[in-house]
């Protein structure tokens, strides 16, 4: 069924974007092979051919979808500026500050990862197998994230806010734990009977995990 104003006529750009978008759910539901470009057309209320004009190839699709994906991560994870005031400006070290600015990100990480469980779902369906679609995502985009995080996080266990976990784990339990609970939210649903997508349960579960992550983190409040 469509979903678009029949009265209103789509550009180039809007019709390229409907199929990225669409691209993201069907690769994050499929995977690369099992995601037809038939179904994205469908999803995104288009023709065949319109992928076509938009894209030299299915592989050329997934590149700008993922693109986009990281591009949102990416944006999502720009911190603002640490506001500190008073007594608490005089007393923050260094140390102090990146502690928070780590916090910030996690929390910034959970609510994306809230918001887009088709990130984790790409990154699983593609990390099982060493292929060049593999290969160039991890170099183009999982690289850069992983080795801000590994630096922050050498740099706050020598201070003993971190956990004593090592860089490369931590990594993989950050990006585990904030995203499985959204991935899997039809598990947690029935598990848990919770609702893992309510905003408050996501700043819950965010807490949850700095305070696993960063257990020597002073408290900001």
Known sequence: MSTTDPGVR?????????????AL??????????????????????????????????????EAAVDHLFDLLNAALLPPALELHGPERLAASPDDVLGERFADRVRRF???AADHPELNRIIVHEATAETDRLRW?????????FEETQEAWTRLQTT???????????HYMMVGAASLPFVNAPEVRLLA????????????????????????R????
């Open 218 to 221: 002073r408290s900001s409040s």
């Open 25 to 62: 759910i069907e690769f994050g539901c499929k995977g690369f092979d099992g995601a037809s470009t038939r179904a994205i057309a469908r999803r995104a209320d288009a023709h065949q051919p319109q992928i076509n004009y938009h894209f030299d190839s299915k592989e050329a699709l997934w």
């Open 160 to 170: 003993g806010i971190a956990a004593p976990i090592d860089a490369s784990s931590a």
């Open 10 to 22: 789509r550009t180039r750009t809007d019709m390229r974007n409907l199929l990225i978008e669409a």
């Open 137 to 145: 995502m991890v170099d183009r985009h999982v690289r850069p994230l």
């Open 110 to 112: 959970v609510r994306f």
């Open 193 to 216: 009977g919770i609702e893992p997508t309510d905003s408050a349960w996501v700043e819950s579960h965010a807490e949850g995990l700095i305070a696993m992550l960063l257990p020597g």
